[in-house]
């Protein structure tokens, strides 16, 4: 049986439920289920209101209206079509959803191979599971030629994702956020944060979830990436406006190991004229994890640290880890309360640092309350407003999702959710504390993670360029899953030795390249590594080596100053970027074909991407080379930075790439 119910089209057959409704701008909400009634859990959507005005309810199978059963519900027999602007989509007969657009071209089809078959293969599965929840599956048909972008930040080196699996799931340097734009002109969200899997394949797409109420997707049509892209992020969210602080360089390394330490870096850049926005104490300037407060041994005036800061004109940010070591003084009171992630089996330790740890609940709200209020008092009060909330997955020792427990529900069911609510806490606490441009550096997101102000960074990476390559696809893909602020560790995290003539190299075209992301900041594990200064408190911790500008020689010391100084003079350009960002959810960085999708090549040119809508950057990814390749995309004109050389656009040219040059072309 189908039929409308408060703006809504139903079916319900065998024992289960489907409801289809208008959810923003050429977009529909598909639900389903086996249970008495919806979830009302909306997850990464947000409420759009009643919308009637572009919803038609067309005519049955047969072409006649279904009987009036009364004015608020009409039965039909056979199957119905539901349109909201550009979006059609068909409930046939026996209850497969076809997605069509304006133009009548099929976007997306529900598989069909359990028709007149004897494989007993279902489009559509929830099965269940002990405890009431069921593990679902939706499979679409296969589209030939489609191409896929999004998804989050996958560390496969991947652009186009047709042919792709992948896991929902988030772990230190993937983040998960299952929306993905395709070239045929639509979007599709999976609304759902269980643990589970993706596949693209030729033959069908598959959705999964381990544990849920309910299948749930939202789907949208448009005309280009960019309508597409600008309809998610209106119901998923757009960011803040990001703080002026968050247009310039950013310093960091692991880790400052004294408040004299930062400060002597601070009052070098600004002895040398280098402007410096943000400087980071990394983990470890506590004493324990879970205290959340500087260990005041080798830290023992903070409020005195962010004055001299401020008068240099920088900001200080600070690490936040949801850990709590089982020695902090909180650590029982917080496990009574409920406030830590639970084991379903064995013991209650999450993660092993230095000490063993648990992590905080943070989908808890009163666990969440009680971490702001330590955050408030030990930072905040003191002047610091900008936290960097690292092991955002959360990063457990063993990714083992089905043995941890939520107060919000099962890992396997809620996990993929954490990093929002953790961005949540420090957004909640910053605005109701009277702030109003939020950012937060964090090392994951789900849907809706920008809304809370997460500047999304690619993780513990390796300091290689094979890595380097893989992560200008990353920012690209998390780009198109509406994370508008994303950025990288500098040359990398791991094992860059900073004697190193080709780690050296690396840097450079690394930070060449972070000139043009959407924050500029500079971080990394070097070698050769410190000792610990002691064996107490945050004293206990280890250090890289330096990693200022001036720790790698005068040549490169002059190229790096360079890149901040064109980072200055782009100010004006990347505050209009960031306004765009967060008034309509544009990106900052983008792959060409967003701003060209007519131009096909645009859409396979996967280590080039457009810094908003006039810059063409092309990063060099290779030891020793000082040449490259690089597509102009058709229907504009453009010029070389480096050089003043006009081309048009639709061809490919040789740029000329010494080390002190990115070739990046400008559009007229």
Request: proline content about 5%; charged content about 25%.
């Amino acid at each position: 049986m189908v039929y409308t119910a408060e703006n809504k089209l139903i079916r319900e057959y065998d024992g289960e439920k489907m409801q289809i409704e208008a959810f923003g701008e050429n977009s529909l909400r598909v639900r389903v289920t086996r249970k008495d009634a919806f979830s009302e859990n909306d997850w990464a959507l947000m409420p759009q209101g009643e919308q009637t005005a572009q919803i038609t309810v067309m005519q049955n199978a047969k072409g006649e209206d279904g009987p009036k059963v009364n004015s608020e519900e009409r039965i039909i027999e056979d199957g119905a079509v539901m349109v909201n602007g550009k979006l059609k989509v068909t409930v046939t007969k026996e209850g497969k959803l076809i997605f069509e657009n304006s133009r009548g071209e099929v976007l997306l089809k529900e598989l069909e191979c359990d028709r007149h078959s004897s494989l007993g293969i279902r489009s559509r599965e929830l099965k269940s599971l002990p405890g009431g929840n069921f593990k679902a599956r939706m499979k679409f048909e296969g589209n030939t030629g489609e191409k896929l972008f999004g998804m989050g930040q996958y560390q496969n080196g991947i652009f186009n994702l047709k042919g792709s699996i992948l896991e929902l799931a988030q772990r230190n340097s993937q983040a998960s956020i299952p929306f993905v734009c395709s070239s045929l002109g639509y979007g599709f969200f999976w609304n759902n944060p269980a643990i589970g899997r993706a596949s693209f394949g030729t033959n069908m797409t598959e959705w999964e979830a381990e544990s849920t109420a309910q299948i749930d997707f939202w789907i949208t049509a448009g005309d280009s990436p960019e309508e597409i892209l600008r309809q998610y992020m209106a119901v998923t969210g757009r960011p803040p406006m990001m703080p002026e602080y968050g247009m310039g360089f950013w310093q960091c390394k692991l880790r400052y190991q004294t408040q004299e330490e930062l400060l002597s870096v601070a009052r070098e850049y600004h002895r040398r004229g280098v402007p410096l926005d943000v400087i980071v104490a990394d983990f470890f300037h506590w004493t324990l994890e879970g205290t959340w407060a500087f260990d005041p041994e080798y830290w023992p005036d903070p409020e005195a640290m962010v004055r001299e800061l401020e008068e240099m004109g920088t900001k200080l940010m600070v690490s936040v880890w949801p850990t709590v070591s089982i020695y902090a003084p909180d650590y029982g009171l917080m496990r009574e309360k409920g406030y830590l992630v639970r084991s379903e089996s064995g013991v209650n330790i999450n993660m092993l640092m230095i000490d063993p740890t648990s992590f905080v609940d943070m989908t808890h709200p009163d666990a969440r309350g009680f971490v702001w209020d330590k955050i408030k008092k030990n930072y905040y009060d003191s002047g610091i407003k900008t936290f960097w909330l690292d092991v955002a997955e959360p990063e457990y020792s063993s990714y083992d999702f089905e043995n941890y427990r939520y107060h919000q529900g099962p890992v396997l069911e809620v996990g993929n959710q954490y990093p929002v609510w953790y961005a949540k806490m420090i957004y909640d606490g910053l605005t109701r504390a009277g702030e109003q441009d939020v950012v937060s550096l964090i090392r994951c997101a789900w849907a809706g993670s920008q809304r809370y102000g997460a500047l999304v960074w690619s993780g513990d990476i390796p300091s290689t360029f094979e890595s380097f390559k893989i992560q200008i696809i990353c920012g690209l893909q998390m780009a198109m899953s509406g994370i508008p602020w994303w950025t990288t560790d500098i040359g990398g995290f791991h094992d860059g030795d900073i004697r190193d003539p080709k780690f050296q190299e690396l840097l450079i075209r690394w930070f060449q390249y972070g000139a043009f992301c959407p924050v500029m900041r500079l971080h990394g594990n070097r070698a050769p590594y410190k000792a610990p200064l002691s064996s107490t408190g945050g004293g206990r911790c280890a250090s890289g080596a330096e990693n200022e500008i001036w720790s790698y020689g005068e040549e490169n010391y002059e190229i790096m100053k360079k890149y901040i100084e064109i980072r200055e003079n782009m100010r004006p350009y990347t505050r209009r970027l960031m306004r765009e960002a967060s008034e309509t959810g544009a990106p900052v960085m983008r792959p060409l074909f967003y701003e060209f999708p007519e131009d096909e090549r645009a859409w396979e040119i996967q280590d080039e991407f457009l810094y908003g809508d006039k810059v063409l950057v092309a990063p060099v990814t290779e030891y020793l080379q000082r040449e490259r390749e690089v597509y102009l995309p058709a229907g504009a004109d453009w010029t070389e930075k480096n050089t003043g050389e006009k081309y048009r656009g639709g061809q490919t040219v040789l740029a000329k790439a010494p080390l002190s040059v990115i070739p990046v072309f400008v559009r007229e």
